[in-house]
């Protein structure tokens, strides 16, 4: 199972992205998908979740700017992030808990990360 994040770059302060993140390879199911961030010099931070009915939670620091949501058909899973502040830099990474053939428990994939600057 392989994920693959991308949307990240360069945008100015009360700004716009959308990041992206799809799976690849075999599996029976995902649950769990989420968004995390790690800023230079500081630990890797929680962003948002949502869960396979489509249940969210956010971080306090998001609430109200960014968006997650998930289209279960492309394995795929998004985070609209507006009015954005400089410190919203940081590279932004997608985990999946995903459920493979023949597994019984589920097991927890990351993404690679994709930068997202913002210039004040």
């Known amino acids: 199972v392989q994920l693959q994040a991308s949307g990240g770059g360069l945008v100015q302060a009360g700004g716009s992205l959308r990041l992206s993140c799809a799976a690849s390879?075999?599996?029976?199911?995902?649950?769990?998908m989420g968004w995390y961030r790690q800023a230079p010099g500081k630990q890797r931070e929680y962003v948002a979740t949502?869960?396979?009915?489509?249940?969210?939670n956010y971080a306090d620091s998001v609430k109200g700017r960014f968006t997650i949501s998930r289209d279960n058909a492309k394995n795929t899973l998004y985070l609209q992030m507006n009015s954005l502040k400089p410190e919203d830099t940081a590279v932004y990474y997608c985990?999946?808990?995903?459920?493979?053939?023949?597994?019984?428990?589920?097991?927890?994939?990351w993404g690679q990360g994709t930068l997202v600057t913002v210039s004040s």
């Open positions: 390879g075999r599996f029976f199911a995902i649950n769990t």
């Open positions: 985990k999946f808990s995903v459920l493979r053939y023949g597994y019984h428990d589920y097991v927890e994939y």
């Open positions: 949502i869960t396979s009915s489509d249940s969210t």
